[in-house]
Every structure is written in structure tokens, then in C-alpha cells.
């Protein structure tokens, strides 16, 4: 059963119904779609390109088009849903999952794993196959990607359980920023948890804002440590807490405007 995640934001500010309200009078098809929750702007525009998208009888072959309320869309020859408010969800997803709708290797997915019951969503960014911990989940394909924008430098933060012997200068470089490969990495910043040492494996608190592919285990590789537990804990504002693995939880409403009131302020405007 989806059950909704309690937070305290007592300084937040009270929601307004008008705000519920969308208007689309104008919009790109691309963002209509995103904010129908059916995918990320940028695959509907690949959507688009592959004839599966038509307005008012017609497929498209680009993305450059305005539609309104009164527009006829289908994807797939389905009619599109009409927009709903912005939900998002914590969700704890448990190690041997992908973060894709399929997988041509037939792995599980965290798709697959969701409640019967919860509405078409994607995920904001992504958790490799052997990672685990915080998952945000979202029926609005704008705010994921908005979400996931480095420009918006929203902080990631991990405990990671690694073997191996730090050393010191290495630590010390990351701190400033690392190129590893040809790719730079911005600042991170590492933390030993003494008291969770167990022989030659420590457990590590790891703060990102890039969240760049395979960022964490890249940079562990670079300080010669090995992974044997990666697990992501917050993700900007909302925080994986005792959420059980595998369990899911819909973030209130009000709690999710105080954290995101940028996006919110901005995504009304448009």
C-alpha cells in the first residue's frame, strides 16, 4: 500500500487550490507530455521523432509545435491523460533493481516493483543495478528533469561501505575536485565513520553534486578502495529515513512546495 510520508516543515507556506490549476494554452508538446508524466521532455522529443506522438489526427515528426487544452493527443494511438498535479515519491529501492522501464536482459526493474495502484511515473535520475537506498519517483516529467539539472546543484549524499586502506593525499584531492579519465569531478566531500569500521572495511559518508554515471564508484575506484555497499540516503531535501527496502512513500503536498518552490514559482509562469 503507497502511504504518505509525514514531514515537518512548519514554516511552510499554506497551499493555494487556484494552484492546482494548469494552463497549457501555449505549451510545447514535448513539455505537455513531460507534465503528463508519460516521459522526461527530452524522450518525448525522441517519442516525437519516431512517429509515436500525433495532434489532432496527425504524427508528428517534430517537436516544434504549440497545443492547447483543446488539442487531441495520442501516444502510441492512446489518448493522453490529462495533466495532473505534481506528485513525487520516495521510494527505497533495493539492490538488483535497474532504474528503466525494461531491460533487454531481462533483469527486474523498480517498475516492476511499484503498487498496483500507483499512477505512470518516472524516476528523478538514477540508481545503478547494485546501488541502493533513495529513489524519487514522479508523475511530472519537467520537474524530474529540473531535478536532475547540475545547474540546480541539488546534493546527494551516500553511505558507502568500502575495502581498502585510505590515503590521506588522495582524500585530500577529491576534496578540491578530481579529473579521473578525461572527466572532472566538482568537489566531494568524504567522511569516515569511525565507529562503523569493520576490519579493513570502513563505512564512508560521500556528499555529491554532480551525480554524474557511476560518480561514487568511479571516485572510490580513483582512491583505490573497493565497494561492497553503496547506498544513497537524501537527495537534495528529502531524505530515505527509515523507509524499508523496497517500501515507497508519496511525499505531501505542502511539504513538496517548500522544498520546491522555484520550480513551482517558474513552472506557472510558463
Partial sequence: MVSTLMLSFSMLPRMDKKDNKSNFEGVRIAKRLARSGVCSRRDAERMIADGRVSVDGKVLTSPALNVTEKSVITVDGKPLNSAEETRVWRYHKPAGTITTSRDPQGRPTVFEKLPPEMPRVVSIGRLDFNTEG???????????????????AWLRRYRVRVYGDINPAKLA?????????????????????????????????????????????????????????????????????????????EVPRIALRGALGKFFGEHKKK
Fill in 134 to 152: 533513495l529513489l524519487l519517483l514522479t508523475n511530472d516529467g519537467e520537474l524530474a528533469r529540473h531535478m536532475e539539472l547540475p545547474a540546480n
Fill in 173 to 249: 584531492s577529491v576534496a578540491k575536485g578530481v579529473t579521473i579519465s578525461g572527466i572532472h569531478y566538482e568537489p566531494v566531500k568524504i567522511e569516515i565513520e569511525k565507529t562503523k569500521e569493520e576490519g579493513r572495511n570502513k563505512w564512508l559518508a560521500v556528499t555529491i553534486r554532480e551525480g554524474k554515471n557511476r560518480e561514487v564508484r568511479k571516485i572510490m575506484d580513483y582512491l583505490d578502495l573497493q565497494v561492497t555497499r553503496l547506498i544513497r540516503v537524501a537527495f537534495g531535501p528529502f531524505p530515505l529515513g527509515k523507509l524499508p527496502r523496497g517500501g515507497i512513500e
